[in-house]
């Protein structure tokens, strides 16, 4: 199983203070991966309990994907943080769960702006 070891490797996730991004960052961390979470939204004790469970390093930073100016800061933190970044998964997203018609436009337009609206954060993370 050596080979599909990831340990010493940086994986940067967008959105894994919670849902799918916690998920991917449990699995990247079980395979060894130090993990650096990027999100708007604070990660409760999930992050610590994702440190304890597989004894990887895990790092928060509170960043707004569609933020260059902010993903760009997350980025050079990490650099210092951890040398390198290997693995980038970005499931950063906003689901709000309702109709299109019956969606306001606050809500649609955050829904676009995240989903649609990532290019900060991948050209960011991407180049690095
Ligand atoms: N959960 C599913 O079954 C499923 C299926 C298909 C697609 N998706 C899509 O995957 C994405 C993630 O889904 P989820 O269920 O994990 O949602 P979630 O709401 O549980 O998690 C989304 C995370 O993204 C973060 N986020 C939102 N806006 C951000 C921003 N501007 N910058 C940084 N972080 C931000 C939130 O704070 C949150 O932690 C969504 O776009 C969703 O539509 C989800």
Not at 98 to 120: I, K, Q, W
């Amino acid at each position: 199983m050596d080979q599909f070891s990831l340990k010493d490797k940086t994986a940067v996730l967008t959105g894994a203070a919670r849902g799918l991004g916690l998920a991917f960052a449990d699995a990247l961390a079980e395979a060894g991966a130090n993990i650096a979470v990027l999100d708007v939204g604070a990660p409760g004790d999930s992050l610590d309990k994702l440190r304890e469970r597989h004894g990887v390093r895990v790092a928060f930073y509170k960043t707004d994907v569609t933020s260059r100016e902010q993903v760009g800061a997350a980025v050079e933190a990490i650099e210092k943080e951890f040398g390198t970044i290997d693995i980038n998964v970005n499931a950063a997203g906003v689901v709000t769960d309702e109709p299109f018609l019956r969606s306001t436009d606050e809500n649609l337009s955050a829904t676009f702006g995240v989903n649609v609206g990532v290019h900060p954060a991948l050209s960011e993370i991407g180049r690095h």
